[in-house]
């Protein structure tokens, strides 16, 4: 959930305010030693060859998203190896016996929760970590009509049908289409927009959009997904004012 934060990032921005109070449930769905996809023979018992007839194994194979050689350290962006992350020699596996919700409480793979905006805003969001496609869908509802948005990729890498436009509705009048800017770069090009925000000249608007997030908003984006896991854990709503206000104070940037 701290990495999907940036969705909570997105809403905050767009809603121009901050999350007050967030309710939670959640559950483990699809990884651990119980997982529905994990391979097993016809007496229930997980295969040998597990890693290999895994479907989310084989769904990756040949994506450098699994070292081939299990010898070889796993490398990510730029080759940099995960040696600590996962060590050589150490298969980290979807179904390790390591996971259970009984005993670590913070590793749902689903979340439906409810958020509460200061300005009084509310925001119904859900989420799991096993998926056909990736992305994001967004409805937001005003007092002035609508906005939607479908956006996110296929397993084949080509962009989900109805990503190339955000739709609005107004409350009394027809659907305005308007079509989205595409290009080519990581994480639908927003790798190279943060790269020209750190070190360019910032041609491509941000500044203006507002699109560079503060340290304070990272950490308010981050401190409500930390709610979220909180809220599944103890079965009630959580405070995130109170969450940042435990770490320390958070800095007010202009």
Request: aromatic share 8%; proline share 6%; with cysteine.
């Amino acid at each position: 959930m701290h990495k999907s934060c940036h969705h909570l990032d997105l809403m905050n921005w767009l809603l121009d305010d901050d999350p007050a109070t967030v309710y939670a449930l959640g559950g483990l769905h699809f990884y651990g030693p119980d997982g529905p996809h994990r391979p097993r023979d016809e007496h229930g018992r997980p295969t040998r060859d597990e890693r290999t007839s895994d479907p989310y194994y084989r769904a990756q194979w040949g994506t450098g998203a699994f070292p081939e050689d299990e010898g070889t350290e796993r490398a990510g962006a730029h080759g940099l190896a995960y040696a600590h992350q996962y060590p050589a020699g150490r298969q980290a596996y979807l179904y390790d016996e390591d996971i259970d919700i009984d005993i670590d409480i913070d590793i749902e793979d689903t979340y439906t929760s409810a958020i509460a905006y200061r300005g009084g805003a509310s925001l119904a969001y859900t989420i799991d970590f096993s998926s056909p496609w990736e992305g994001y869908s967004m409805e937001l509802i005003g007092t002035h009509g609508t906005l939607e948005l479908r956006h996110g990729v296929e397993r084949n890498g080509q962009l989900r049908p109805g990503g190339e436009f955000i739709t609005y509705s107004p409350l009394f009048g027809a659907k305005q289409p308007h079509i989205v800017a595409q290009g080519d770069g990581g994480h639908s090009v927003a790798d190279e927009l943060l790269q020209e925000d750190l070190v360019g000249d910032g041609v491509h608007g941000s500044a203006e959009l507002g699109l560079a997030a503060t340290p304070r908003q990272g950490a308010v984006a981050v401190a409500a997904g930390e709610a979220m896991w909180r809220s599944v854990a103890s079965g009630a709503p959580v405070d995130v004012t109170e969450l940042l206000d435990a770490g320390g104070s958070v800095p007010t940037c202009s």
